[in-house]
Each structure stands twice: as C-alpha cells, then as structure tokens.
C-alpha cells in the first residue's frame, strides 16, 4: 500500500490568502449534505464534501472498480451529462470554489457548471441560477473559479459533462446570518461561523488555521484548532477576527482542548467597531492600538476557561486574539447580544 499523498493548490499566494478569508460552505460540519446524485457508482458523492484533502492508494480496490477518494460517475454511454445537488446547512453568499480533481486523471470531466438556489425547499427547475458558467476543468488540479452571484444562496448543483470524477467540491463565502429574526435580548456566541463569523488576519497559522476556532462543538482533534509553530523570535503570535454582526461582546469562553505541551502561556482580547475590514497591509498596526477587551489572562493545559467580566466597550465588529508566546487554542466563543 503506498502512503497517501496530498496535492497543493497551484494558486498563487495571493489567491491562496484571499481564499483563507472565507468559510468552506460545503464543509459537513456545517450541516451540508449531497443529496442527489445521477450516478455515484465508482465513488460515493458523499465524498466530495469530505474535510480532508483526498489520498490516493494505488492498489486499493472494491466490488465496483477502482477506488477513488472523491465522487465518480460511470462513463456515460447514453445521452445526457451527470450532476450532483447539495443543500448547503447554512445559507451562504459565494465568493470562490475549487472543483478538485485531484487523482483524477484519465477519469476527470473535461467541462463543469454550478449553478445555485435560494429557496427554502427543494428547487424547482426555475429556480436555479448560473454561479460558475460552464468551463473546462484540468485533471488533478484545482480548478479556482469566482463566483458569478452576489446574492445568499441554500442550494447548490454541480453539472459535469459529460460523466467522471471531483475530489472535492470547496464553496468559499461567508454565513448570511438572519440577524433580524435573532431577539434583541438573545445572548448568542457573535462570532460562530455559523452566525457569520470569520478570520480576516493572522501571523502565522503552521498547524491549524484561525477560523476554526469559530467552529461548532468542541474539537474533535487537536488540528482542528488555531496552532503557531515554536516561535524562536521575540514578540507573540496573533489573529484578527470579524463577529457575525456588530455586538457587545458580555463573556468568552477559551478552550484549549487537546494542547498540553503547546497551549498559550497567556492571551489578550481587543475590540473595536468598524465600518469596513482593515486594509490588509495596515491590520496588523491597526489592530494592536485597539482598546483592551481582556488585559493579559493566563491559560491552562487542554482546559476550557470561562470568563464572565470583560471591559465594557459596547457594540464591537472585529476582536484581535493575541497569544503569548505562540501555541494552540481549539475553540473562542465571544457570547454578547447583538446592536440595536
């Protein structure tokens, strides 16, 4: 059996860093599911949405061929294309996807579309709309296309022409939170990715990025946290981070589950209330004079810590998390009550 292999996005760094901004919609964590499929004989479409990037094993097989870590139809031996339908668990507006055929070679569609739903059932055939036009797609690639509409969509479906294979389907955009059905009194966690949270900045992220601190639940595993690599230099690791919608942040919870030997000695909160996100080559500045949420607390080993006083700074948009020195956190719940 030979050892999996990953394949790196051949998008620039610029791309890559625009795309970090954003959620994966598609992510099952979030409650996203592929619900239809005209065929999934060789892979199961379920595939397509998995968190991990795919592996392949050369000399793995099943009852049905070749095994593959993705979704793959039958070579299509009548009229017609294949697609794939998936209700997004949260209503999203797009930014970007990546239909990825990593390990499909020989086997990939040559051409692919995406269009997109907003109704709250199933779609009707008038219904969907052109997110991604029709375009040729690379074998084991990653095939980085921006989205064609602006507007919060629940559905997705994924065209390819004319039958093959996708390793994985990644839906970069934000969480269209309904913040006018939330009660003025409602104390909410404003900076969960599923009410809209998101990392815009951060100096380093080696082993797990930011915004999975904003996930839902507790980590399963220790990567699905924010970890730095050892700092060897003076000063301390940090991150900025964009709440769901203006709020007054009123407690916080930290937890750094599963980080023993490499949770933060200590950190810091600070706050402020913007009209728009920082210019990217100016955040990291701009943040660091932001008024203090929570002066220096220190942290323990694989341990939540609830925090019930902060400062009172009133209706804030964006926080800054500084660690000191460097380490891994799994989860940051900022609960307050949202603008008036």
């Given at each position: 059996m030979t050892a999996e292999r990953s394949v790196t996005?051949?998008?620039?760094?610029?791309?890559?860093?625009?795309?970090?901004?954003?959620?994966?919609?598609?992510?099952?964590?979030?409650?996203?599911?592929?619900?239809?499929?005209?065929?999934?004989?060789?892979?199961?479409?379920?595939?397509?949405?998995?968190?991990?990037?795919?592996v392949f094993y050369p000399d793995r097989f099943?009852?049905?061929?070749?095994?593959?870590?993705?979704?793959?139809?039958?070579r299509k031996r009548t009229p017609g294309h294949d697609h794939a339908v998936l209700r997004?668990?949260?209503?999203?507006?797009?930014?970007?996807?990546?239909?990825?055929?990593?390990?499909?070679t020989g086997n990939?569609?040559?051409?692919?579309?995406?269009?997109?739903?907003?109704?709250?059932?199933?779609?009707?055939?008038?219904?969907?709309?052109v997110l991604v036009p029709r375009r040729a797609l690379s074998?084991?690639?990653?095939?980085?296309?921006?989205?064609?509409?602006?507007?919060?969509?629940?559905?997705?479906?994924?065209?390819?022409?004319?039958?093959?294979?996708?390793?994985?389907?990644?839906?970069?955009?934000?969480?269209?939170?309904?913040?006018?059905?939330?009660?003025?009194?409602?104390?909410?966690?404003?900076?969960a990715v599923e009410n809209g949270g998101t990392a815009l900045a951060w100096n380093d992220a080696h082993y797990g990025h930011p915004a999975n601190m904003l996930a839902p639940g507790r980590a399963p595993v220790m990567s699905d946290g924010w970890e730095t690599a050892r700092r060897r230099v003076p000063g301390n690791d940090w991150c900025v981070l964009k709440l769901g919608t203006a709020g007054t942040i009123e407690r916080l919870l930290v937890d750094t589950r599963h980080y023993k030997g490499?949770?933060?000695?200590?950190?810091?909160?600070?706050?402020?209330?913007?009209s728009a996100d920082p210019d990217p080559r100016a955040i990291e500045a701009e943040s660091a004079a932001w008024p203090l949420l929570l002066a220096e607390t220190k942290l323990s080993a694989d341990a939540e810590k609830t925090i019930d006083a902060v400062e009172t700074l009133g209706p804030v948009t964006h926080v800054r998390l500084d660690i000191f020195p460097d380490g891994g956190i799994s989860r940051l719940r900022l609960y307050g009550r949202k603008a008036s």
């Open positions: 996005a051949p998008a620039s760094p610029e791309t890559a860093e625009y795309l970090a901004r954003y959620v994966d919609l598609a992510h099952p964590r979030l409650g996203t599911e592929v619900v239809f499929a005209t065929d999934d004989f060789f892979a199961d479409k379920s595939r397509m949405i998995a968190p991990e990037a795919p099943d009852d049905h061929g070749k095994w593959m870590d993705g979704w793959e139809s039958r997004l668990g949260q209503r999203g507006t797009i930014a970007a996807v990546d239909i990825d055929t990593s390990f499909f990939f569609p040559p051409e692919a579309m995406i269009e997109a739903a907003d109704t709250v059932g199933e779609p009707g055939e008038s219904d969907w709309q074998g084991d690639s990653h095939n980085i296309t921006e989205a064609a509409s602006a507007g919060p969509v629940r559905w997705l479906r994924l065209h390819i022409y004319p039958d093959g294979g996708i390793a994985r389907l990644r839906v970069y955009g934000t969480v269209a939170k309904d913040w006018a059905a939330v009660p003025a009194d409602a104390v909410v966690d404003l900076a490499n949770f933060p000695d200590r950190f810091t909160l600070r706050a402020a209330r913007l």
